[in-house]
Every structure is written in C-alpha cells, then in structure tokens.
C-alpha cells in the first residue's frame, strides 16, 4: 500500500495549491471529493491562456521541463489551458494560436491526480505556483495558427 499513499503525496501539494486559488478552496475541495470538477476564478495568481488542444500538446514537448507550468487538458472539448501569469494577455496578444482569458473567468479543473468529466492536467500544478512564462509559451506556440473562437467556455 507504500505506493498508492506515496502516489497521492505527489498530488496533495498541486491540490493544495490549486484549490487556494479559489475565494472558497472547501468548495474546491468538495467538488473534487465527489468527481466533479471544480471552477477556479482566474485573477490575482494566474490567468488561462486557451489553444487547440494538438496545439498545447505539441508546444508542452518543445518545452523543457523546468520551464513548464501547469497545462490543463479537455480531450471532449478539444482544448487546453496554460495556466500563466496575471499580466500575461499583452505578451499573448499577438500569438494567434492562443487566446487568455480575462481575470474572474472560472477555470473548471479537476485535481491534479485523476482526470474528471474528460479534464485532465497534461502538466500538473506542482504546489509551488510555477506558471509558464508567456514568452516560453509564444515561442513554442510560435506564429500564425488558430485563433481560439471568443465563445469557447472554460
């Protein structure tokens, strides 16, 4: 039983994390208690940052790993959010394959362990707060592509 307990311990501090981004992390943490996922304002600690979901998966492996932040994945919905810092939409602007999100948008995630309603986390929240630089992110995403319609739901 070391490794399930050992496994969960990976996930508690991203969890943790994640869930005091929300107003109400006991909400955060009951929505997750019963497989659901969990709306989490964007705001004072991070804005989303939404592309094509083929588009995050390609630009997270031209990405090393200390540079990653959390990458938010929705296989039914066919997206994926960057999580990356508040004043990151001027940077952005110009990248077509991505459009931020405004602050208070509600970010509906599931917790960094399993994957709930088709969410999962392609690079979980480590309970540190490392986001993905938005110029890290420009680069891989590089220019041109698709532009995220204005009506897509987080």
């Known amino acids: ?18 869930a ?22 964007s705001g004072p600690r991070w ?3 939404e592309c094509l979901l083929v588009v995050g998966m390609q630009a997270l492996s031209r ?3 200390e540079h990653r932040g959390p990458l938010l994945a929705d296989s039914l919905l066919d997206r994926a959010w ?6 990151a939409a001027a940077e952005l602007s110009d990248v077509r394959a991505v459009a931020v999100r405004p602050a208070s948008t509600p970010l509906h995630c599931p917790p ?11 690079h979980r929240p480590d309970g540190s707060g490392q986001l993905t630089d938005p110029a890290v992110v420009a680069a891989a995403l590089g ?3 698709y532009r995220p319609s204005t009506e897509a739901s987080a």
């Open 47 to 49: 804005l989303a940052a």
């Open 82 to 87: 960057w999580l990356v810092p508040a004043g």
């Open 1 to 18: 039983m070391a490794l399930p307990t050992r496994l969960a311990g990976l996930h508690e501090a991203g969890d943790a994390w994640l």
């Open 20 to 41: 005091d981004c929300s107003p109400h992390p006991d909400l955060v943490r009951q929505a997750w208690d019963i497989d659901a996922l969990a709306p989490i304002p």
């Open 143 to 145: 220019p041109g592509g």
């Open 63 to 65: 990405i090393h790993g």
């Open 112 to 122: 960094t362990g399993w994957q709930a309603c088709g969410r999962f986390w392609l």
